[in-house]
C-alpha cells in the first residue's frame, strides 16, 4: 500500500516546519515560570511559528498595568481585595521556590541581568513584537475582578472554547 | 508528488475535528488548578472531544469522598497519617497562591459562585455527566493508602502504562 | 477521494507505535513532581518511545552531584548564594505539597519503599540504562552559575531551540 503523507507533525526528516503552531496556557503567576512561558514563546516565534499564549487565573497578574486604574464597572468587595492583593505586573511577580517574602524576585532578575537574559518586560515587549498572540481569559478576568482598562495593551480577550480551537490546530501544547 | 491526507490534528481548514482526543495529568491538589484542570476537560468533552483525566498524587485528594470510610486493607502508620492530613474531597482543597492557611478558597468560591461560574462539584458532575474518563492512578493510590472505597464512583483505576497509550492518541496532552 | 495516510500520532487501530517520541520540561525541582516526570519518561522509553527530558531552572537541581564541587570559572557572589542555598541532588529536594520544611520527602520516601515504587536514584538510573536524553539547559546553567563539573555524568547540554526542534517531532509534550 502507498503511503503519502505531509502533516505539521512529522517534522524529523525535514527540519522545522514554519506553518506549525504552538499554545501555551500560563496558569501561574510565578515571575520564574513567566520567564519560561516567554522564552519558549519567542524562541518557536523566532523559529517561524505561530504562537498563542492565553493567560488565566494568577497568570493574568502578569498583564496588568503597574499603575492603579480606575475602573469603569464597579468591582465586588472581593474583587477589590484580590485585586489589591494580587500582584500589579510582571515587575511585582514572586518566585516559585525560594521567593523569601519577595526577595528573592530581585536577586533572580539580577543574577539574570548579570547573564545578558532578558528581563520580563523585554520578553513580553519581544513578544508583541514577533506578534505572538496574547490572550487574556475572560472567564478569570470575571471571577478576579480585573477588567480591560487594567490590563496591558495589545490582548485578545477569549474563553476556553477558543483556547481548544486553537490547541486542535497546534503541535505542542503546554500548561504553564 | 500527489498528497492526500487527513489527520486528527490538521483542523486548520476544516474547523473542530469531532473524533480528536484529550488528555490531562492532574497532579496539583490545589482547587484553582483542580478548576481549571475540569473547564479546559468539560470544554473539549462539549466541543465532541474524548477526554481522559489521570489522578496522581496530591490530585488523587479531589476524588476522595468527603466522609471518612472504613477500608478493608488496614494502611500502615505513614498511609494513615498522609490519609488523615490529606484533604478529603474537592471542598477541602486550597488554592495553589493567596490560601491565607486555608481563607483563600472560600473566598475564591464566593467570588466564583458570585459570577456564575460552576463549582467544583458541578465540574465534576458535569465530567461525568459527559462521560469523561476520570482515572485515579493506582501506584498513587498504593503510595498514599488509598483504596477505591475511599474514592468517588465511576473512576477507573489504571496505571502510567494506560496514560501513555491514551496520550499517545490524543492531540492535547496537558499536565496540570 | 482516497485517504492513505500513516502518521505518529494515528495509533488508535494499530496500538503503540514504536518510533514516536515523547519530551518533558522538568522545571519543578520538587522530589514529587520530579518522580512523576521520571516515571512518565521510563514508562514511554520502556514502550519503546524516544524520550527527551529538558531540565530547567530549579529542576536542574535534580541532576547536581551531591558532594560539593570546586568550579574552575569562579561564579559571583549571587551565583554562590543560589548554589549554597539550592538542594545539591535529588536526595535533598523536598514535596511540592505537605514539606513541613523538609519532614515531608524523607516520609514520602519511605512509604514509597514499603511500595516497592522506584526511588529517585533508580529512576534517575534507568532512564540513563533506557537511553532517555538527558538535556541541561545551557541559559538556566548561567543564570543559577551551575557548571558541568557540578552535574551528573551523561547529560547533554542545550538551549531551548533545541527543545523546540524535538518537540516538534514529538506527539507527547509535557511541562512539570
Redesign the interface.
Known amino acids: ?12 526528516d525535514e527540519g ?2 514554519a506553518t ?1 503552531k504552538k499554545t501555551i ?1 500560563v ?3 510565578d515571575l ?2 513567566m520567564m ?1 512561558a516567554f ?2 514563546a519567542n ?2 516565534a523566532a ?1 517561524g ?1 505561530e504562537v498563542t499564549m492565553f493567560f ?3 497568570g493574568l497578574n502578569a498583564l496588568r498595568r503597574p499603575e492603579k486604574v480606575q475602573v469603569k464597572k464597579p468591582k ?1 468587595t ?2 477589590a ?2 485585586g489589591r ?2 500582584p500589579r505586573g510582571p515587575n511585582r511577580l514572586g518566585l ?3 521567593n523569601f517574602a519577595g526577595m528573592g524576585a530581585p ?2 532578575k ?3 541581568r ?2 545578558n ?1 532578558m528581563s520580563i518586560d523585554e520578553l513580553i515587549a519581544t513578544a508583541k513584537e514577533q506578534e505572538i498572540k496574547l490572550v487574556a481569559c475572560t ?1 478569570s478576568m ?4 480585573l477588567r480591560e482598562e487594567e490590563l496591558i495593551d495589545g490582548l485578545e480577550f477569549a474563553g ?2 477558543s ?3 486553537e ?10
Open positions: 500500500m502507498e503511503e503519502q503523507t505531509q502533516t505539521a507533525t512529522e517534522t524529523a522545522h516546519v506549525s496556557i496558569f501561574s503567576g520564574d515560570k519560561a522564552i519558549i524562541g518557536a523559529m511559528d488565566t487565573f494568577w465586588s472581593l474583587q481585595m484580590f492583593m494580587m516559585s521556590k525560594m536577586l533572580m539580577k543574577v539574570m548579570d547573564n537574559v472567564m470575571d471571577v478576579m475582578g476556553v472554547g483556547y481548544l480551537a490547541a486542535d490546530e497546534a503541535n505542542v501544547n503546554l500548561f504553564i
